[in-house]
């Protein structure tokens, strides 16, 4: 099955720095990356997801990046704010309709002020 | 989007007791749901998926015996907890595919204590 590796663990930058979080997987079958934001006890929340026929996709202050040959992601946050701080989870799915998502370890994002 | 409503948000429970836990699909059918298991400043982890009609498939090491799922129609899927225990304590979210965005949409998780 699919194994999905997120780092950092955890991660502090300061207000206003960018943040880049990685994360690799190994199905390559695997064709849809979302990247979710999760506040203690809540659901986790869409931020930006990705297909694997896409290299890159922005956001505002988010954009994703895709390597398909190397089988890795990566989130990447510019212009840090406060509000920013949370636990980011990365995941992998062949495609929503009946395959589950896999997802990474999670990565706990301080942004000091 | 869709969107799945997941009750109850909280509950206390003593050991040795059952707790059932509903996903309702409120404007979409959910023919597959998704039932995950998060500890503490941990990732989710897949227990189990559910399909409309059929058998649930469970993630290697999850006790089918254990947590009943049932799928029995197209807007509805329930996880009982039978006979928990406080290792049992942990936060639990379902999750389907959401038909029109193409992605997947999450209940808003129970957060199970045994006590």
């Known amino acids: 099955g699919e194994n999905v590796e997120q780092h950092p663990s955890t991660l502090s930058v300061q207000e206003g720095d960018s943040a880049v979080i990685k994360c690799t997987y190994s199905?390559?079958?695997?064709?849809?990356f979302p990247w979710y934001k999760q506040e203690l006890g809540k659901r986790p929340q869409l931020i930006i997801d990705i297909r694997s026929n896409v290299g890159e996709k922005k956001d505002q202050r988010i954009a994703v990046t895709l390597n398909k040959t190397a089988k890795h992601f990566s989130l990447h946050i510019t212009e840090t704010q406060p509000e920013d701080s949370a636990v980011y989870f990365c995941?992998?799915?062949?495609?929503?309709?009946?395959?589950?998502?896999?997802f990474g370890g999670g990565t706990r994002l301080m942004v000091k002020p | 989007g869709a969107v799945v409503s997941q009750h109850p948000s909280w509950v206390i429970c003593k050991s040795g007791t059952s707790v059932k836990i509903e996903c309702r699909s409120l404007d979409f059918q959910a023919t597959t749901m998704f039932w995950y298991r998060q500890f503490p400043k941990q990732s989710l982890m897949l227990m189990a998926t559910?399909?409309?009609?059929?058998?649930?498939?469970?993630e290697q090491g999850v006790e089918k015996d254990k947590f009943l799922i049932n799928h029995a129609s197209l807007t509805l899927s329930t996880l009982t907890v039978t006979s928990a225990h406080p290792e049992d304590s942990s936060f639990y979210i379902c999750?389907?595919?959401?038909?029109?965005?193409?992605?997947?949409?999450f209940g808003s998780g129970t957060r199970l204590t045994v006590v």
């Open positions: 199905d390559s079958a695997s064709n849809y």
């Open positions: 999750s389907a595919p959401d038909p029109g965005a193409s992605g997947y949409t």
């Open positions: 995941a992998a799915s062949r495609g929503s309709a009946g395959n589950m998502l896999t």
């Open positions: 559910s399909n409309e009609g059929s058998k649930a498939t469970y």
